[in-house]
């Protein structure tokens, strides 16, 4: 420890520090008047500055980006017994500007402490600087990584959705396809055994619908589908179920509900549909009605008997005149009040 002995002014290297030269990191020893009394080989290579020219003289004179914020300041007070200081990167950056062969600057995480001297005070301040340039560019990679591969999982997520609803809606009304709906009645269907609730079927048809399309073209009747779809839903729960399973065939799905309470759902879609008009962008004014047919989900049924048992009620307003809801056999008729 001779080197910690040295009078005031002598500016030759501090053996005491030679251990540190070689070491893959920057280190900068200072005295109490913040003069540099050693710097490693690591430094010279990062700075380009030969050490005798460095040794002796303030440090603040040779790297004036210490005295930015609170790095001489923390210095100080190390001399004067305070904690170590950490210098990040973050905030402390290029204390000691290094140049990489691209033209960016060496990063360099800085940690200082001090030395004590023969009576107990610190004599010495080391400042240790690590270069964090390669772990850096890493960080920033894994996350520039991160951030495509959260892109992409989105953007996988938007078209897994799209493709589902591709799957499963009807690309004119936006309701339940006749795969999705196949796929609801089943599940209500098992729902409707374990909590022993009630479950209903309406099956709905536009009355001489083809009539429409041979008048007035497809594309009206295009505009007649998605009018009825709107008409029909209105009024139904969250737990309804509307769907076009084809053509002008619609179906909705009541969960925890009867026969009758399905029959009063029919005729106020009846009536709403019946009073209704729609208006082409002619000017040509399109009346149209439909037909409803209800049944209730029974013990013995499964879903195909509950299906034919819908279809038939369907088939039986058809018969009796169309513009009428007709409930399955064995459930009664909707009483003119209840409608």
Same mark, same amino acid.
């Given at each position: 420890?001779?080197?910690? =002995? !040295?009078?005031?002014? &002598?500016?030759?290297? $501090?053996?005491?520090? %030679?251990?540190?030269?070689?070491?893959? *990191?920057?280190? #900068?020893?200072?005295?109490?008047?913040?003069?540099?009394?050693?710097?490693?080989?690591?430094?010279?290579?990062?700075?380009?500055?030969?050490?005798?020219?460095?040794?002796?003289?303030?440090?603040?004179?040779?790297?004036?980006?210490?005295?930015?914020?609170?790095?001489?300041?923390?210095?100080?007070?190390?001399?004067?017994?305070?904690?170590?200081?950490?210098?990040?990167?973050?905030?402390?950056?290029?204390?000691?500007?290094?140049?990489?062969?691209?033209?960016?600057?060496?990063?360099?995480?800085?940690?200082?402490?001090?030395?004590?001297?023969?009576?107990?005070?610190?004599?010495?301040?080391?400042?240790?600087?690590?270069?964090?340039?390669?772990?850096?560019?890493?960080?920033?990679?894994? =996350? !520039?990584?991160?951030? &495509?591969?959260?892109? $992409?999982?989105?953007? %996988?997520?938007?078209?897994?959705?799209? *493709?589902?609803? #591709?799957?499963?809606?009807?690309?004119?009304?936006?309701?339940?396809?006749?795969?999705?709906?196949?796929?609801?009645?089943?599940?209500?269907?098992?729902?409707?055994?374990?909590?022993?609730?009630?479950?209903?079927?309406?099956?709905?048809?536009?009355?001489?619908?083809?009539?429409?399309?041979?008048?007035?073209?497809?594309?009206?009747?295009?505009?007649?589908?998605?009018?009825?779809?709107?008409?029909?839903?209105?009024?139904?729960?969250?737990?309804d179920v509307l769907a076009r399973t084809g053509g002008e065939e619609f179906f909705i799905i009541l969960p925890a509900a009867c026969g009758q309470d399905a029959a009063r759902v029919a005729e106020r879609i009846r009536k709403t549909v019946e009073a209704g008009t729609h208006i082409t962008d002619n000017g040509d004014v399109v009346r149209y009605?439909?037909?409803?047919?209800?049944?209730?989900?029974?013990?013995?049924?499964?879903?195909?008997?509950?299906?034919?048992?819908?279809?038939?009620?369907?088939?039986?307003?058809?018969?009796?005149?169309?513009?009428?809801?007709?409930?399955?056999?064995?459930e009664p008729e909707p009483s003119p009040l209840q409608a």
């Amino acid at each position: 420890m001779n080197g910690l =002995l !040295r009078a005031p002014g &002598e500016i030759d290297e $501090e053996p005491a520090f %030679r251990h540190m030269d070689f070491l893959p *990191l920057g280190i #900068l020893v200072l005295d109490q008047g913040m003069r540099v009394r050693f710097f490693n080989a690591c430094l010279e290579f990062w700075s380009g500055l030969r050490r005798d020219k460095v040794l002796g003289r303030q440090v603040q004179e040779v790297f004036p980006n210490l005295t930015r914020g609170t790095v001489l300041p923390r210095l100080d007070d190390i001399f004067l017994g305070g904690p170590p200081a950490v210098f990040s990167y973050h905030l402390h950056n290029h204390l000691i500007p290094s140049p990489l062969p691209d033209g960016g600057l060496r990063l360099q995480h800085g940690v200082a402490y001090g030395v004590k001297g023969g009576d107990g005070g610190v004599e010495r301040v080391i400042l240790s600087l690590q270069d964090v340039t390669e772990l850096h560019t890493r960080l920033s990679d894994n =996350l !520039r990584i991160t951030r &495509e591969l959260e892109t $992409e999982i989105e953007a %996988r997520k938007a078209m897994e959705a799209k *493709l589902i609803e #591709l799957a499963t809606k009807d690309h004119l009304t936006r309701l339940d396809n006749r795969r999705a709906f196949f796929d609801r009645l089943d599940a209500e269907i098992r729902r409707s055994r374990r909590t022993g609730q009630p479950l209903a079927l309406v099956a709905m048809d536009l009355d001489r619908f083809k009539s429409i399309n041979d008048r007035f073209g497809h594309q009206v009747g295009d505009e007649v589908l998605r009018n009825f779809a709107e008409a029909a839903s209105q009024g139904l729960r969250g737990t309804d179920v509307l769907a076009r399973t084809g053509g002008e065939e619609f179906f909705i799905i009541l969960p925890a509900a009867c026969g009758q309470d399905a029959a009063r759902v029919a005729e106020r879609i009846r009536k709403t549909v019946e009073a209704g008009t729609h208006i082409t962008d002619n000017g040509d004014v399109v009346r149209y009605t439909v037909s409803l047919g209800v049944a209730s989900l029974q013990e013995t049924m499964d879903m195909y008997a509950l299906l034919y048992r819908a279809d038939q009620a369907l088939y039986a307003a058809k018969a009796g005149g169309r513009n009428r809801v007709h409930v399955d056999p064995g459930e009664p008729e909707p009483s003119p009040l209840q409608a």
